[in-house]
């Protein structure tokens, strides 16, 4: 089935610093992605959704100067956490919507992030 | 618009007893429905989904759920749980009429009793 790989899947950074989590679709070709940010105990929040080759289309209330999202390939997106601040700190996932027979969305292992 | 409610926050349940996580869902178009299961540090895994046809699913780890168009529900069950199902499970939904992005419940956190 359609595998997608997440790195890192922990991440300690300096408030002020930024961190870039990456996503990889292994055996498939990814044109839309998704980014999510999940707090304790709660669901999924979208981030934003990317579609490769152009910008990403960002949810309302997150600000895309500080979360960078790039989707340059079919197999690969990236979100850039810009001049992390502890209140950062949380799991981001991300997913790709998958098409034919496995029809469906797979998600990355996610990642830890943690700012000091 | 479509929108999913899981009705429980946390069913605790005893080993090898049956379980039910309820989802409903709401959506002025036909829908695709998804479950999925978190364990704890992880992604998300598909149990199994609902896209046309039976309604009556099978997915992974002996887990069923059962479409219902009428009462707008996609309930999630298992015969009988282990300890290794303990995990948080979410119900997703994608309208057919409108964005490929899936709306995701709140999630129903299933704790297992020994």
């Known amino acids: 089935g359609a595998v997608v790989s997440q790195h890192p899947s922990r991440v300690i950074c300096k408030s002020g610093t930024s961190v870039k989590i990456e996503c990889r679709s292994l055996?498939?070709?990814?044109?839309?992605m998704f980014w999510y940010r999940q707090f304790p105990k709660k669901s999924l929040m979208l981030m934003a959704t990317?579609?490769?080759?152009?910008?990403?289309?960002?949810e309302q209330g997150v600000e895309k100067d500080k979360f960078l999202i790039n989707h340059a390939s079919l197999t690969l997106s990236t979100l850039t956490v810009t001049s992390a601040h502890p209140e950062d700190s949380s799991f981001y996932i991300c997913?790709?919507?998958?098409?034919?027979?496995?029809?469906?969305?797979?998600f990355g292992s996610g990642t830890r992030l943690t700012v000091v | 618009a479509q929108s999913v409610t899981q009705l429980d926050s946390q069913v605790p349940v005893f080993e090898e007893a049956p379980v039910e996580l309820r989802c409903n869902y709401s959506s002025s178009v036909s829908v695709y429905l998804f479950w999925y299961v978190q364990y704890p540090n992880q992604g998300l895994q598909l149990l199994l989904k609902?896209?046309?046809?039976?309604?009556l699913v099978k997915g992974i780890n002996g887990f069923e759920a059962e479409f219902n168009k009428s009462q707008t529900s996609f309930h999630l069950r298992k015969p009988s749980v282990h300890i290794s199902d303990t995990a948080e499970y979410f119900c997703a939904v994608r309208d057919l009429g409108g964005s490929y992005i899936p709306t995701f419940g709140r999630g129903t956190s299933l704790i297992v009793h020994p």
């Open positions: 990317s579609n490769e080759g152009s910008k990403a289309t960002y």
């Open positions: 997913s790709a919507r998958v098409g034919g027979i496995d029809y469906g969305y797979t």
């Open positions: 609902y896209l046309s046809g039976s309604t």
């Open positions: 055996d498939f070709q990814a044109t839309t």
